[in-house]
């Protein structure tokens, strides 16, 4: 047994310990519902619009049966995610009106939070079959309301990419800014899109997806913001959607371990292909544990759960080892760059050789 401590294990383990953690996971559980329910409901925004209120009044503005709000109220407040005055008239704890309460705020979770309440829990019912059968549910053709959700459950990274790590990029942002081509792979509902278009005005960018069912509302979202000049989105492969030798850019956010592990080398050539030379490829995605020691280590805690939650999409998350030998087999020798970036996430950058 190591002696040193690690993630979510004591380094000397009791009885008591170890049960504790069992009660706590199924706190974590119920917490997960209760914010469900107060996000399906209405419950925090009317908190946020307006704080200090009474459970039953909170109950009457929403239509709601009063003694159940009281319990929501109560528990939420035992969470500390509600606080109260001497007279339990209740408000949202401090910041949980962003993270919980607005879906348009960066730290706002609740997409986060519904992708486990509604669609892991679904999955995870029918693991019993596949787990005899290794039949999967792929992410593709399931719902426009699932493609939403997992757009939402990712909103803030393509935030933090748009905003904070393209532009943070020297030879990525230069290209950009200067009137460049970048090419998205896996764009879903085009949120990163429309974040990239107004984070680089002079770019031209385009969105590929094999998925037409997100890809209905990327194309609304970037005829409403009026984007359409600047913005195409394409449903098919790389391969038959890009052009070769075309993109300054090609960028993956969170959509590497989400490709099907046969035809995942095939459609990192493809990016490869698209790219011209001296172009950038830029993907952000998990990074798998490579050794039983790294599973409990902070940086893999969610990628480990991602392995475990997807495993029914039939995603497989890559490891540091396959990420690189992807880039290498695809053309792509030149040096990668890797960093740590968010909870969990990788940054992998390297420049298509001249
Ligand atoms: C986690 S989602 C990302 C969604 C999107 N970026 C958004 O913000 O809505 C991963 C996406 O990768 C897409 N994908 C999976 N395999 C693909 C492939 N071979 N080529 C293009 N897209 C693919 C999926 O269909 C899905 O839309």
């Not at 090419?183 to 107004?198: D, R, Y």
């Not at 990327?218 to 009026?226: L, N, Q």
């Not at 959509?255 to 493809?270: M, N, Q, S």
């Not at 030379?277 to 759960?305: C, H, K, N």
Request: proline share 6%; aromatic share 8%; with cysteine.
């Amino acid at each position: 047994m190591p002696n040193q401590t690690q993630q979510g294990r004591p380094a000397e383990v009791s009885a008591d310990a170890q049960v504790a953690r069992i009660f706590e996971w199924r706190r974590g559980f119920n917490a997960m519902h209760l914010i469900d329910l107060g996000i399906g409901l209405g419950l925090f925004r009317s908190l946020a619009e307006a704080p200090d209120v009474p459970a039953g009044e909170l109950a009457g503005r929403l239509g709601l049966h009063a003694p159940y709000v009281e319990t929501w109220c109560t528990t939420a407040y035992g969470f500390g995610l509600l606080d109260a005055d001497e007279e339990r008239r209740f408000r949202l704890a401090p910041f949980v009106g962003e993270i919980l309460g607005n879906p348009a705020h960066p730290r706002y979770l609740g997409g986060y939070v519904r992708l486990g309440t509604r669609f892991a829990t679904e999955d995870f019912r029918f693991a019993a079959d596949a787990f005899r059968t290794g039949q999967t549910a792929p992410f593709q053709g399931r719902s426009p309301e699932f493609a939403q959700v997992v757009a939402q459950a990712i909103a803030g990274v393509n935030l933090m990419v748009a905003r904070k790590i393209l532009p943070g990029l020297p030879g990525v942002a230069d290209q950009l800014n200067a009137g460049g081509t970048l090419l998205e792979v896996g764009c879903g509902t085009g949120n990163l899109q429309l974040q990239l278009a107004k984070a680089f005005p002079q770019a031209r960018c385009t969105g590929v997806d094999i998925d037409p069912t997100g890809l209905a509302a990327a194309r609304e979202a970037v005829r409403r913001a009026g984007l359409a000049d600047r913005v195409e989105i394409v449903e098919g492969t790389v391969g038959a959607a890009a052009p070769k030798a075309a993109f300054d850019v090609v960028l993956m956010v969170e959509v590497l371990h989400e490709i099907a592990p046969d035809v995942r080398p095939g459609v990192v050539r493809e990016c490869a292909a698209a790219l011209k030379p001296g172009g950038w490829m830029v993907i952000v995605d998990e990074t798998y544990p490579s050794t039983l020691a790294e599973t409990r280590q902070p940086e893999f805690s969610f990628p480990l759960q991602t392995g475990l939650e997807e495993l029914m999409w039939g995603n497989v998350v890559p490891t540091r080892e396959e990420q690189e030998r992807l880039l290498r087999e695809a053309g792509l020798s030149g040096r990668v760059d890797r960093a740590l970036i968010g909870a969990g996430f990788t940054l992998l950058t390297t420049q298509k050789p001249s």
